[in-house]
């Protein structure tokens, strides 16, 4: 079946170091990926998409690159911010006429001073 | 951007009692969903709607059910609470764009069940 994982339920780090939250998933059809950003007390809202393989895609300082050889859609940002810390889920969506969307469980990012 | 809205924000209810959730979108969105949220489990889908007068069950439907009188509105009714069902709910609404669709979250209702 569909399904999505993030392997990280929690990452920690200090402000400036690097960020990678990783998101791989299983599917048997064409799909986009999805990473949700849900800060404390917020609703999640959408961080970023992509459907084109092998093509970079960033916002707001994040960038993530779908690969499908390897099915994954890892989230990164050269430098965390205090600010991002929060709650990252990854998303798949197959294109078929069954618009379900899977969400991962989740990573929480803390990010340090 | 899109505007969903939730209520309540926090509700607490006895176990047995009936729980209306409510869901209002004013952006003309086809599609809603209700989510419930877990540590560990991240967003669970309970049921959706591809319009009015439709509900369709989600991953996780029993003991939930949904109304979708209009455009607009999208409820969630719990008809007999258990403490199982404490979490927080999403509502979501999204466009019609098919498989690249964004999903536009409300606030969320904290629901406990004593």
């Known amino acids: 079946g569909d399904s999505v994982t993030q392997t990280e339920g929690l990452v920690t780090l200090t402000e400036g170091l690097p960020v990678m939250l990783n998101c791989t998933y299983q599917?048997?059809?064409?799909?986009?990926l999805f990473w949700y950003v849900q800060h404390l007390n917020e609703a999640p809202k959408l961080l970023l998409k992509?459907?084109?393989?092998?093509k970079r895609t960033e916002h707001q300082g994040f960038h993530a690159t779908l690969h499908k050889s390897s099915s994954s859609f890892h989230l990164q940002k050269s430098s965390a911010q205090l600010s991002d810390s929060a709650l990252y889920y990854c998303?798949?969506?197959?294109?078929?006429?069954?618009?379900?969307?899977?969400f991962g469980d989740g990573t929480q990012l803390v990010v340090k001073p | 951007e899109a505007a969903v809205t939730q209520s309540p924000r926090n509700k607490v209810a006895v176990t047995g009692g009936k729980v209306t959730l409510s869901c209002n979108q004013t952006?003309?969105?086809?599609?809603m969903y209700w989510y419930r949220q877990d540590t560990g489990h991240g967003l669970r889908l309970i049921h959706y709607?591809?319009?009015?007068?439709?509900?369709e069950k989600g991953d996780i439907p029993d003991g939930y059910k949904a109304s979708r009188p209009s455009q607009e509105n999208f409820s969630l009714i719990l008809e007999l609470a258990t403490p199982s069902q404490t979490s927080v709910y999403f509502c979501?609404?999204?466009?019609?764009?098919?498989?690249?669709?964004?999903?536009?979250f409300g606030s969320g209702t904290r629901l406990t069940v004593l």
């Open positions: 709607s591809y319009g009015a007068g439709s509900t």
């Open positions: 998303a798949l969506r197959k294109r078929n006429n069954n618009n379900r969307i899977f």
């Open positions: 979501a609404s999204g466009e019609t764009g098919g498989s690249a669709e964004t999903l536009y």
């Open positions: 952006n003309n969105h086809n599609n």
């Open positions: 599917t048997a059809y064409s799909t986009f």
């Open positions: 992509s459907s084109t393989d092998n």
